[in-house]
Structures are given as C-alpha cells and as structure tokens.
C-alpha cells in the first residue's frame, strides 16, 4: 500500500517551454502532496505543500509563478514549470500523505528528472 | 528551529560487515517523529521506518535496527551484514506534529563493496 507515481520520469525540453509533471496516489487519497527539488548530491529542498482544492504554501524563495501547483483531486497534483531554463533543470521529487497510511507520514514518488536545454 | 544532522558524508563498507549510519536532531517540540530514508541510484525515496517520540523502544526489521535515544536527541540506523544492495543514500528527517513537513539531514552515501 502507499504507492506514488510520478509522470514523466525523464523530461528534455527546450528553454522558455513549460513542464508538467503529474504525482498520483495510487491507492490512497491524498490529504497533502508536497513538491520537492533536489540537486545532484544533495539533500532535498522543500519547494511546496498543497493540500485539495486549496492554494499551495511555497516555501520561502520558491516562485510561484514560475511553479505553477494545482491539486485538484484527493489523488492528483501537478507542478508546471513555466518558461523553463536551464537552471532549472533537476530531480524534482512528489510525496503525499494520506489520513488513512499513517498521517505523518510521507510517501515518495520515484521522481521526475528535467533536463532543459 | 529544527534540525536534522547526518555528520557522515559517506561510508564505504565490505559486504558482511555491519555498519551505523548517525542522526542527531533538534527540536523544541514535545510531540514529533522521525523517519528513515533509503534512496538508491534509481532515484526513489523509499520508507524505512517512523519513529514518534514518545517510542522510545528500538526496533529491529530484518537486517536493519534503529536505536532511538531521547537523552541524546539521536535515532541512528544499524544495517547487520551489509549487503551490496544496501548501496544508497540514507536519509533522516523530522517532524513535528500537526505540521506534516519534514526537515531531511543531508543524507549519507552508503557503498557496500563485494
């Protein structure tokens, strides 16, 4: 039980395209899907929380404008990256949390990685 | 403010042998969890362990065994007879309670050679 899946798993786009990236609950419905980022070697940096039918809480320094949440379903969320460059280019990691898979926990999709040329 | 730290960068280990993977964390919350990461080259964060902090039983699953110590603020991660497939990057992370986010150590690479 507690499956996340993310799609796509590997993106290349060209720079000023957008992106979206899909994280799904599989059998579980998602009270809180969170956005991550993280750089090669590195740790991962918290980029947002949102939880259903209600706006995402960036974290401080994240754009959001420039990552566009939408968590329009119990089991859903997107993150579109608008206007890509090259800096933007990561690992850009899901999770979700579910009232009925252990609250406070968080389940991770596999990950999606952007590479913008 | 909270933290996580994971002193070890990385460890590199022969297969068979045990190995101790450190967390230390702060909290001035009574009330919070810690979990157990383990994050292989294919990229995805796979769940250990959850951990709350009125738990303080250590808990063994298989090869792996977690001690956690509330006099010390520390929940370190013991793999028994290392395998080659324990190669990874561990991560620790904390939450407090009610909040749902978590603050992640800086992970430590694992590398279990044959």
């Known amino acids: 039980g507690a499956v996340v899946s993310q799609h796509p798993s590997r993106v290349i786009c060209k720079s000023g395209t957008s992106v979206k990236i899909e994280c799904r609950s599989l059998?579980?419905?998602?009270?809180?899907m969170f956005w991550y980022r993280q750089f090669p070697k590195k740790s991962l940096m918290l980029m947002a929380t949102s939880n259903e039918g209600s706006k995402a809480t960036y974290e401080q320094g994240v754009e959001k404008d420039k990552f566009l949440i939408n968590h329009a379903s119990l089991t859903l969320s997107t993150l579109t990256v608008t206007s890509a460059h090259p800096e933007d280019s990561s690992f850009y990691i899901c999770?979700?949390?579910?009232?009925?898979?252990?609250?406070?926990?968080?389940?991770f999709g596999p990950g999606t990685r952007l590479t913008v040329l | 403010a909270q933290k996580v730290t994971q002193a070890q960068t990385e460890i590199s280990v022969v297969e068979k042998e045990d190995v101790t993977l450190d967390c230390v964390y702060e909290t001035r919350d009574t009330t919070y969890y810690l979990f157990w990461y383990k994050q292989p080259p294919s990229g995805e964060l796979v769940f250990l362990i959850r951990?709350?902090?009125?738990?303080?039983q250590n808990e063994i699953s298989g090869r792996y065994s977690w001690n956690f110590q509330k006099s010390t603020s520390s929940f370190n991660f013991t793999i028994t007879a290392s395998q080659v497939v324990d190669s990874a990057v561990y991560f620790c992370?904390?939450?407090?309670?009610?909040?749902?986010?978590?603050?992640f150590g800086t992970g430590t690479r694992l590398k279990v050679l044959a």
């Open positions: 992370a904390l939450s407090a309670s009610g909040t749902y986010k978590y603050i």
């Open positions: 999770s979700a949390r579910g009232l009925a898979v252990r609250g406070d926990t968080q389940y």
């Open positions: 059998d579980f419905q998602a009270t809180t």
């Open positions: 951990r709350n902090s009125f738990d303080e």
